[in-house]
């Protein structure tokens, strides 16, 4: 009768406040929360408000924010960082875990698919065509000049998303546009390309036309990646083990193999073996960004706009370290590589700019060049989370969804539509046109820019001229302009009904 009696009494209904807090650390520790329902957690229960139950009671505010320190103790980028990497981003975020969480998180979106199937989304903005990967398919809009769209040959253009039909099943976690080419990984590691192959920038080898439509590229066979960045026919892959590989046009040395060769298959860049693992790559038109797992960035390839950051106007043809970085002692976490110009985010939410000045795009209230990083100090007041270069433009997101635009206005793709397109914004001001939506993902092509919200809405705006915005009717959006998905791109079609 007693056994039975204490059995019942455990097995009695109890109270969240009951159960003892190793077990209350564990089961959320693998729950996948994230940052926001750590915090309604926080707000909503008094076990979860409180420090009762943590080893350290004095370190953290509550059980809630221990659980985001554990949280962030096991992500990759963290782990990465320095002993005094991580206390700069501690002081940076005043002690809070929930938002380094959220940091570290911020910067994973934006290269990789996260979030719930309903909201997980990237996209990527090329010179005339916009792509977007949602859930388990992707989508293509604009011009289909060389086949970048992947809908085939019969089609010229398409006025709205419209599903692309890939080869496999396994869903699309990155993908990559700029000129006339794209690129995307799935989550097996494969990756496809299609669209202008000029020097055989696809990768497939020596067939020097055009590909229609997303093909395997067969030389990384065995060898799975997790990123590939477009520049202006050349392409870069990063694998998962950290490795770079290039193809493509080579007249600049942007491969990165020590000579101006071309190479029409995939070819690891040797020089970067010895440096570490990289954890993120950038293309700009005929120059290439490589991230290290230490924070130091490589560059190689045409000099001719300072973007190599090495002060000397030379091309590069193999990787070197950026030294004014390096000798900093700056960890970097993430490179946009721009037309003319580059911005690069760093462990503690700081942003710095290089390469040409025109029309203000380094933001710091000039048009001076800057042959080598500068710390943007008008946001420094700020944790930024993602950074986006492109033609003369960049946008800094920062971690409240906020975002801020600087450099040229023309045709309305910087998101300031009561400035002419003539303007210039020299120095990082907010876009107004996009308050009240939580930004989680931004990304600019030549004319026109797309922003995905936290709630999954796609919102655009600049030229439209080729519905690389994905309206039919409309020629430019000054405005930021709600983007939709047609139902009838749920299902893929004929290429010839885009």
């Known amino acids: 009768m007693e056994l039975h009696t204490q059995m019942a009494s455990l097995c009695s209904p109890a109270s969240i406040e009951e159960l003892p807090s190793h077990l209350i650390v564990d089961i959320l520790r693998n729950g996948g929360l994230s940052p926001i329902d750590l915090v309604h957690l926080e ?15 004095l ?27 991580r206390q700069a981003l501690l002081d940076r975020c005043s002690g809070n ?13 934006g290269s990789y698919i996260y979030g719930s199937s309903s909201v997980s989304m990237k996209v990527a903005s090329g010179r005339y065509h916009t792509l977007l990967a949602r859930g388990s398919s992707v989508y293509s809009c604009g011009s289909n000049l060389c086949g970048v769209l992947g809908h085939g040959s019969d089609t010229t253009q398409c006025v709205a998303f419209s599903r692309i039909s890939l080869p496999t099943s396994s869903p699309v976690i990155h993908l990559s546009a700029n000129h ?17 192959n000029t020097s055989n920038c696809c990768g497939h080898g020596d067939i020097n036309r055009p590909v229609f439509r997303p093909r ?61 693992a990289m954890v993120q790559i950038s293309a700009g038109p005929t120059y290439a960004l490589a991230v290290a797992d230490d924070g130091t960035v490589y560059s190689f390839g045409s000099g001719t706009n300072l973007c190599l950051g090495h002060v000397e106007q030379q091309n590069s043809l193999q990787p070197h370290a950026i030294a004014k970085l390096k000798r900093s002692g700056v960890q970097i976490v993430s490179v946009s590589a721009g037309d003319e110009h580059v911005v690069a985010l760093d462990s503690s939410g700081y942003v710095y700019t290089w390469g040409k000045g025109y029309c203000g795009a380094l933001g710091h209230g000039d048009e001076i060049d800057k042959t080598s990083p500068e710390l943007l100090t008008s946001l420094t007041a700020h944790l930024a989370v993602q950074v986006c270069a492109s033609k003369r433009k960049t946008f800094v997101l920062i971690e409240d969804g906020s975002v801020y635009g600087f450099g040229w206005t023309g045709f309305g793709s910087l998101g300031f539509p009561n400035l002419r397109p003539s303007d210039k914004v020299t120095k990082p001001r907010l876009l107004d046109s996009l308050k009240g939506h939580q930004i989680s993902q931004i990304s600019t092509g030549l004319y026109h820019t797309v922003a995905v919200t936290r709630k999954g809405r796609i919102f655009g705006f600049g030229d439209n001229e080729r519905a690389q915005l994905g309206h039919d009717m409309l020629r430019g959006c000054l405005e930021p302009t709600e983007i939709f998905v047609p139902e009838t791109a749920l299902m893929v079609v004929p290429a010839s009904k885009c």
Not at 43 to 57: E, H, I, K, Y
Not at 62 to 83: E, G, K, V, W
Not at 253 to 260: A, S
């Open 43 to 57: 707000l909503t229960c008094r076990a979860f408000g409180t420090n009762q139950g943590v080893l350290n009671p």
């Open 216 to 276: 395997l590229v067969d030389a990384l066979e065995g060898i799975p990646c997790k990123q590939v960045a477009a520049g202006h026919n050349f392409t870069m892959f990063l694998t998962a083990e950290g490795h770079v590989y290039t193809c493509g046009t080579n007249s600049s040395g942007q491969l990165g193999h020590g000579d101006n060769v071309d190479r029409s298959t995939p070819k690891l860049v040797e020089f970067l073996k010895d440096a570490g």
């Open 97 to 109: 875990w929930k938002r380094i969480l959220a940091f570290l998180l911020a910067v994973d979106q």
């Open 180 to 196: 006339n080419h794209a690129a995307f990984v799935t989550r097996s590691g494969e990756v496809y390309t299609c669209g202008g």
């Open 59 to 85: 370190q953290f505010r509550s059980l809630m924010d221990f659980i985001a320190s554990q949280l962030c103790a096991s992500h990759p980028t963290y782990t990465r960082l320095t002993p005094s990497a």
